[in-house]
């Protein structure tokens, strides 16, 4: 029996999709117009199963996030304080020890690093960050800095970009996480982050990365002001640049939370908002290999159903999240490595505890 | 050909499916197909994109009960300092402030309190009637048969009497899982599952309409929950009384089954979509915001849901049970849009109000 996709136009992306022929601008676009949900997601768990089959992963993580203290102060951010401000803090060296050790029976593999633009931090901070990192983890991924705090560093480190990445792999950095891209459209960063990191240079800076052989993550921040016609854009932008370099191993869709911003007037994203992101990034995205649905901003129910919408990855058991939390999200914190395997077995996959760069463990 | 490819060229044929074959669906199919075949079978039941919505208020009328479910947070032992009947003050602020904020019908339920006799019923009921023009939706099967018990009359005296006293619809709690081994563990004190049924038709014959509903994540299995189905079903062949079926999933917090996995969002959009495919004569099937909350609620609409219930401008036996998601009117119209559906205000009977006809 045929599926029953509703959607005429989605018909011929389903046959575009199965003849492997790559997805243009104008089919994205139908991809986020279209209503039908499970139509969409047929498509895109069609292209999940060529590449993963039945597995969906997860890994075993923690964050850090060494300070809230930022000069870009996106409109969008409730994490962000001023020097001064009541709760701005930046951590010191014992203080990364101490939340380190909190956990070290636990078995963490990764270790997710972001922090604010901190201008009291100088470049050495964050090598002897690396470096105390990896002295108490040896065996974890240290995953750490978006191209927007690398970029800042290459600033204050007064080395050229290059030469800021190679002290930085040498002291223990070893993946890049995709935040900071927003949505890569000077419209909607005029409005929203008029200070952080254009397009041109977050894709300049990843493409130097992916050339230092470091790996990285992207994302997309959707549900605000930007328009599907950006969003396809966006992807279109990443899928050119992963042609070029391969360097990207996850597209991440971030949904935006507003609370405590100044755009909380904007109401939450939809749960066919949330699906439609992962199935179209799955669809468009096809360099890419990893599509996550990040628990943390959509839910654990939506992430555990966005598994059959063409995600394949759950993200991490975190614990402690803290920035989205502080726009409101409601979801848990963290999850148990047994809730997490419960969820993706639960939704008919076999779970997968993976390190950072996808090997089974 | 298998009993699952069966199952599904039958579904997607709109043929009526068996036993088996809803077990082998449930069980064993793709989840995305059983979104895809319970979309389609939606379409061919209400070819309009559209999805209805209720505005009313749950009144618990008392908290007082005697059944001692398993699985239920909100009831409280008659001399217990937070057991409560509800006065007619308060009731009549309740119904004011449901009226005032457009609601057309009250969700009347509450415990089977054995200090309440069927006087208090009817006195209740023309209470509600004389004072206010809402539609009382009321009493699930297990509060009628604990009232003709208690008052030693029959099922079909007992609805007669509440009908007459101006009870305009029986809400379908109480059902759990109809299987009486299931209902023996977790609902000892509930009628069982003919009583349950012998209720409905009962309500049916007189001219009542009625939902039913489901609780599942709990004991039961597969097996359990399609019995449960085709039982609705084998009555709804004979009566038509049921307009909505209503599945939902236990919560756990504060009651005494708190050692068991919930049912996960997968698993409730899937035993949603079956629903769908085998109680093939229900009209309406009803999306639980108030178990999954509103993502989960808007997905449904894409896994054969084709309404969201009720605004709930108060609700306290799932919120007992520790989960507390709201969802005011005005959300629920956006994320109806948003879904590509048009919102339309329904009556208890899914008869559209208050439609805005766009010229």
């Known amino acids: 029996m045929d599926f029953p996709i509703i959607d005429?136009?989605?018909?011929?992306?389903?046959?575009?999709?199965?003849?492997?022929?790559?997805?243009?601008?104008?089919?994205?676009?139908?991809?986020?117009?279209?209503?039908?949900?499970?139509?969409?997601?047929?498509?895109?768990?069609?292209?999940?199963?060529?590449?993963?089959?039945?597995?969906?992963?997860?890994?075993?993580?923690?964050?850090?996030?060494?300070t809230n203290i930022c000069t870009n102060r996106c409109l969008f951010c409730a994490f962000a304080r001023d020097k001064g401000d009541n709760g701005a803090f930046a951590m010191s060296m014992d203080d990364v020890k101490s939340v380190l050790l909190e956990r070290i029976n636990e078995p963490v593999r990764e270790i997710h690093i972001v922090g604010g633009l901190n201008p009291e931090l100088p470049f050495s901070y964050y090598i002897?960050?690396?470096?105390?990192?990896?002295?108490?983890?040896p065996n974890a991924v240290i995953k750490a800095f978006t191209a927007v705090e690398i970029d800042h560093?290459?600033?204050?480190?007064?080395?050229?970009?290059?030469?800021?990445?190679s002290a930085l792999k040498k002291a223990g950095l070893s993946m890049?996480?995709?935040?900071?891209?927003?949505?890569?459209?000077?419209?909607?960063?005029?409005?929203?982050?008029?200070?952080?990191?254009?397009?041109k240079r977050w894709l300049e800076i990843m493409e130097a990365l992916h050339c230092a052989e470091l790996t990285s993550n992207a994302t997309m921040l959707y549900g605000h002001i930007e328009t599907i016609e950006e969003r396809v854009d966006h992807l279109m932008q990443l899928r050119s640049l992963q042609d070029k370099t391969g360097g990207f191993s996850a597209f991440i869709p971030l949904a935006f939370h507003s609370e405590n911003t100044k755009l909380s007037h904007i109401p939450a994203t939809t749960a066919f908002d949330d699906l439609k992101n992962i199935a179209a990034a799955r669809l468009i995205l096809d360099n890419f290999a990893h599509i996550k649905a990040y628990w943390v901003m959509i839910g654990e129910k939506l992430a555990?159903?966005?598994?059959?919408?063409?995600?394949?990855?759950?993200?991490?058991?975190?614990?402690?999240?803290?920035?989205?939390?502080?726009?409101?999200?409601?979801?848990?914190?963290?999850?148990t490595k047994n809730r997490m395997r419960h969820l993706i077995s639960s939704a008919g996959f076999e779970p997968v505890e993976r390190d950072s760069l996808y090997n089974k463990i | 050909m298998n009993l699952l490819d069966q199952a599904v060229s039958k579904a997607a044929s709109n043929k009526r499916i068996d036993f088996n074959e809803s077990l082998s669906l449930l069980n064993e199919a793709d989840t995305l197909l059983l979104g895809g075949l319970a979309n389609k079978k939606r379409f061919m039941l209400h070819p309009q994109p559209v999805v209805t919505f209720v505005i009313d208020r749950n009144i618990?009328?008392?908290?007082?009960?005697?059944?001692?479910?398993?699985f239920c947070a909100f009831y409280r032992p008659v001399k217990h300092k937070e057991a409560y009947v509800i006065s007619k003050k308060e009731l009549k602020l309740k119904i004011d402030e449901a009226i005032s904020l457009g609601g057309t019908q009250i969700l009347l339920q509450g415990g089977m309190n054995p200090c309440l006799d069927l006087d208090y019923y009817i006195d209740l009921l023309q209470?509600?009637?004389?004072?206010?023009?809402?539609?009382?939706?009321?009493f699930s099967p297990p509060e009628i048969a604990f009232i003709a018990e208690k008052s030693s009359i029959s099922v079909n005296e007992t609805l007669k009497k509440l009908i007459d006293a101006g009870l305009d619809s029986i809400p379908g709690g109480g059902a759990e899982i109809l299987v009486d081994e299931i209902r023996k563990k977790i609902s000892p004190g509930k009628c069982n599952s003919d009583m349950w049924i012998e209720v409905m038709r009962s309500a049916h014959t007189l001219g009542l309409k009625t939902t039913a509903t489901m609780m599942f994540g709990h004991i039961e299995s597969s097996e359990h929950i399609i019995e449960h189905l085709l039982k609705i079903r084998e009555l709804q062949d004979k009566t038509y009384g049921f307009t909505a079926f209503i599945p939902w999933t236990f919560q756990p917090e504060n009651t005494k089954i708190n050692r068991v996995e919930t049912a996960t969002a997968v698993e409730y959009l899937r035993v949603l979509a079956v629903s769908r495919l085998v109680l093939d004569n229900i009209p309406n099937l009803q999306a639980s915001w108030v178990t999954q909350g509103d993502k989960i609620a808007q997905t449904a609409l894409a896994?054969?849901?084709?309404?969201?219930?009720?605004?709930?401008i108060e609700e306290n036996v799932v919120a007992a049970a520790g989960v507390n998601f709201r969802l005011p009117q005005k959300e629920m119209e956006r994320l109806i849009k948003n879904a590509g559906f048009e919102s339309v205000q329904r009556d208890c009977f899914y008869n559209y109000i208050n439609r805005v006809v766009a010229i």
Not at chain 1, 35 to 43: E, R
Not at chain 1, 153 to 165: E, Y
């Open chain 1, 153 to 165: 560093l290459a600033k204050i480190s007064g080395m050229p970009l290059k030469k800021t990445i």
């Open chain 1, 128 to 137: 002897d960050l690396i470096k105390t990192v990896k002295k108490i983890r």
């Open chain 2, 60 to 70: 618990n009328y008392t908290n007082v009960c005697v059944s001692g479910c398993l």
């Open chain 1, 304 to 335: 555990q159903v966005a598994l059959s919408f063409g995600a394949d990855d759950l993200d991490g058991t975190i614990i402690e999240e803290k920035i989205t939390h502080m726009a409101g999200a409601k979801s848990a914190k963290g999850l």
């Open chain 1, 8 to 66: 005429k136009r989605l018909q011929n992306i389903h046959e575009k999709v199965i003849s492997g022929k790559r997805l243009n601008i104008k089919d994205g676009i139908a991809l986020y117009k279209s209503s039908d949900l499970v139509g969409t997601g047929y498509i895109a768990d069609f292209a999940r199963r060529k590449r993963h089959g039945n597995k969906a992963y997860y890994v075993y993580n923690q964050h850090l996030n060494y």
């Open chain 2, 303 to 312: 896994f054969g849901a084709n309404d969201l219930g009720s605004t709930m």
């Open chain 1, 176 to 199: 890049i996480p995709g935040g900071g891209a927003e949505v890569m459209s000077k419209r909607v960063k005029d409005k929203l982050f008029p200070k952080k990191t254009e397009s």
């Open chain 2, 127 to 138: 209470y509600i009637k004389n004072n206010f023009p809402i539609h009382i939706h009321g």
